[in-house]
């Protein structure tokens, strides 16, 4: 029942999550523009579900990790979110949840792995595993357009917040590095964990 019922809980967890967190966050300009995205992303999900497009439960746990861990930040914005435990661990001077947060955009891969392959779009399983990366990586490097582009545009406290670049002049290209990690992770996940194994 859990497994059949899994989607509908993780949407039911992210609505009652970003409920509480739209009240009073730090700046509603940056809840506006950092929530944008992902709500978008979230209903893309729940349209192509009712198109009866299916992932497996792991997929979606691992999609929904981004919206739930993005709204967060939203709410605090990306270098406020009380991380201090972590950074403090790996001794890290920066606030490392925005870097996190981009690692888990590359679990999208492994869906993306999953429909081209479920669907038999391709010949070969690396073929989607090449694929499902070059796309996050696009997506990766669209996403720091948009926050140059909003920087640019608006400036300001609510441009730098949603920049998140902390005064590394490298941030964009280490958001980036991240972003490509996390898909290769998953595609390392899906080609090797035996669940995957067909």
Known sequence: MIKKYFPHVLLAVYMVEFIIAGVHPYSRDVWYVENGPIVALVIFIVVLYVKNVRFSNTAYALMFVLPFWHTIGGHYTFERVPFDWFNNFFGFERNMFDRIGHFV??????????????????????????????????????????????????????????????????????????????????????????????
Not at 129 to 136: D, K, Q
């Open 105 to 198: 955009v590359g679990f999208y891969a492994l869906p993306i792995i999953e429909y081209l392959v479920g669907r038999g779009l391709v010949a070969k399983k690396w073929i989607a595993v090449t694929y499902a990366i070059f796309a996050v990586a696009f997506v990766a490097v669209f996403y720091e357009w948009i926050e140059w582009w909003y920087a640019e545009l608006y400036g300001g406290s609510a441009g730098a917040a949603f920049l998140g670049s902390q005064g590394d002049i490298w941030d964009a290209q280490k958001d980036m590095f991240m972003d490509v990690s996390g898909a290769i992770v998953s595609a390392v996940a899906y080609l090797t964990v035996k669940y995957y194994r067909k």
